[in-house]
């Protein structure tokens, strides 16, 4: 029985995996579906007259396919009916990387709470290089760089500088301005270092100059990629072009003897090289993965890596952002902590910024009730409970101990209650505190406005986590004590960020509703923040330094704490 297909999105892509499945002896297309009927006109004529052709990409789902090939430039688009379809218990393969890339870690629980698969394509970079590394990884090697080749860059590139390009390749201003500008490069490496947990030598990644690809190895800091637990990054330039490579790495005495007999050079680092990758051609391979073998090619594990905002000119405040291919903005692979700039199409900036400068997400205005923030904090969430359930299973497996928690400001009213209920949860907790040792766990005391003092304490206990809690939250006593309260609230937290930096410890930050004016109430987490008091003002830069200084936290704003008991020797709202 022939394998259904329904494919959306009928531009460059969707029409050649259309054409290259029509020859095909095991898979069928049944529906095609694309807005521009044009564009879907064009593809019709490689299909049988009794499949759905359709300008509704919902309605290909009647078909009961067996697999949506997603193949649109669209975001939210794409991510609802790509979601559609695995509720529907319709298998997906993403030729769409800009979808993948954003909500992929959502929509793939949402594959596997429905017994179906998620996969990127096979034949589009990361694709190929994760294919690569698997084979490279099975023969016992230890993965350095997975690396792009990229043709040509230019990051201040817009749709009308390159429209004469686009029509030579058969592509839309949006899509070959992502191209050029070095974006899709960005969200390609992206999907491959959020797949296999891989880092990057440095924002944006390195992408030396070179005339050919095989002298890749010598312009890369490999012991430093090595130390990384392996990177991703490109080389500009090189022949051939539309290769991938992956530089490996063994010191293994019959690795290094066999390598050099097969011609792969002395060691111990090697090169891998595919010299091309064929996109559309090798979506077939993603199917059949799929429907044969029941596995993806790719799929996102974690978010180790974002692609976040550049200003490609001056922006002034109050500019409507264009998306991906605009003329606003490039993306750049960093660690997340600026606005991802699939989540940027249509927002209001309301900080002027000067070319090349980050946007971040306090740096817009979403517009009202915008469903991609609904999809970003359901994954947010959903990222959180799996890396801290992840983190306390591995703690488990190790039989060693338990979690090292440490709280400071422990003996203030949210530090108590916390510190109580980690105890009855069995973390290790060290309650940290300035003055009054009224804790649960083990007592600490620390002077969070001392370096010495702070960098001693994680010396000693090495946490897991820390939930920085200690705060002058008295409103009236910040206007009229700044110093104090720009010491324990901006440097204070400064010192802590510093150290879970340092120690590689993931931090929970809590700040305040008191960032926001209080003028609209209801707040979320992309609301414009505007604090009117010094309290507000001081978390609010404790968060910058947060987001600024370490790449693994969690910030919240709770709102009113009170409570039925006195704590840290002064009142509460409830007393």
Same mark, same amino acid.
């Not at 937290?493 to 003028?519: A, C, M, P, R, W």
């Given at each position: 029985?022939?394998?259904?297909v ?23 297309v049944?529906?095609?579906a ?18 759905l ?14 697999? %949506? ?25 993403l ?35 994760v ?40 592509l839309? %201003? ?21 797949a %296999? ?53 063994s ?39 799929i429907?044969?073998?029941r ?53 209001? %900036?309301?900080?002027s ?223």
């Amino acid at each position: 029985m022939k394998i259904r297909v329904a494919i959306v999105g009928t531009g460059a892509m969707g029409r050649g995996i259309v054409q290259v499945i029509k020859k095909s002896e095991n898979i069928d297309v049944v529906a095609i579906a694309d807005i521009n009927p044009i564009a879907l006109e064009k593809t019709a004529r490689f299909i049988s007259k009794d499949a759905l052709v359709t300008t509704k990409p919902i309605n290909v789902l009647t078909t009961k396919p067996d697999v %949506l090939v997603e193949a649109t430039p669209t975001i939210l688009e794409a991510a609802l009916l790509t979601r559609r379809a695995l509720k529907q218990k319709t298998h997906v393969v993403l030729m769409n990387g800009e979808v993948d890339q954003i909500f992929g870690r959502l929509l793939a629980k949402e594959a596997e709470d429905n017994g179906v698969i998620l996969t990127s394509d096979a034949g589009d970079q990361h694709g190929v290089l994760v294919r690569m590394i698997n084979d490279i990884r099975s023969m016992g090697f230890e993965i350095v760089i997975a690396g792009n080749d990229k043709g040509f860059l230019n990051k201040y590139a817009n749709p009308e500088s390159i429209r004469e390009e686009a029509g030579k390749r058969r592509l839309s %201003l949006a899509q070959c301005t992502s191209y050029t500008d070095g974006t899709k490069l960005a969200i390609e490496m992206a999907l491959v270092a959020n797949a %296999l947990d891989l880092d990057i030598l440095q924002t944006g990644m390195a992408g030396p100059k070179v005339d050919h690809v095989n002298k890749a190895l010598k312009v890369f800091d490999l012991e430093r990629a090595r130390e990384l637990g392996g990177v991703v990054d490109y080389v500009l330039g090189a022949e051939p072009g539309g290769s991938v490579f992956v530089i490996a790495y063994s010191d293994d005495p019959e690795d290094l003897f066999y390598m050099d007999y097969y011609k792969m050079g002395k060691g111990p680092y090697y090169l891998f090289v595919r010299p091309y990758h064929l996109c559309h051609y090798e979506t077939p391979l993603a199917i059949r993965s799929i429907m044969k073998f029941r596995q993806s090619i790719l799929v996102q594990k974690k978010r180790v890596l974002e692609v976040g905002c550049r200003a490609k000119t001056d922006l002034h405040a109050g500019t409507k952002l264009e998306g991906i291919g605009g003329h606003h903005l490039y993306g750049v692979l960093e660690k997340p902590k600026n606005l991802p700039i699939g989540m940027a199409e249509g927002t209001i %900036l309301i900080k002027s910024k000067k070319k090349d400068e980050a946007i971040g997400w306090d740096d817009v205005k979403f517009p009202k009730d915008d469903p991609r923030l609904a999809l970003w904090q359901e994954q947010t969430m959903l990222e959180t409970h799996t890396r801290n359930r992840g983190l306390i299973e591995i703690a488990k497996s190790r039989g060693a101990r338990a979690m090292r928690l440490l709280i400071t400001g422990a003996s203030g009213l949210l530090g108590l209650k916390i510190s109580k209920i980690a105890v009855q949860k069995g973390y290790d907790v060290y309650s940290a505190y300035h003055k009054h040792e009224k804790t649960y766990g083990k007592p600490v005391k620390l002077n969070i406005c001392n370096y010495k003092s702070v960098e001693k304490t994680f010396r000693e206990i090495k946490p897991d986590f820390v939930i920085h809690a200690a705060a002058i939250t008295d409103v009236d006593r910040c206007e009229q004590e700044k110093e104090l309260a720009w010491d324990v609230n901006v440097q204070g937290t400064i010192n802590v960020v510093e150290q879970t930096k340092n120690f590689k410890t993931f931090l929970v930050y809590v700040s305040t509703d008191y960032v926001f004016s209080g003028e609209k109430g209801s707040y979320i987490e992309t609301d414009e923040l505007k604090p009117v008091n010094y309290y507000g003002q001081t978390k609010l830069i404790g968060e910058q330094e947060v987001k600024k200084l370490q790449s693994e936290w969690c910030i919240i704003r709770p709102s009113v704490i009170y409570g039925a008991f006195l704590v840290a020797g002064k009142h509460n709202f409830a007393l």
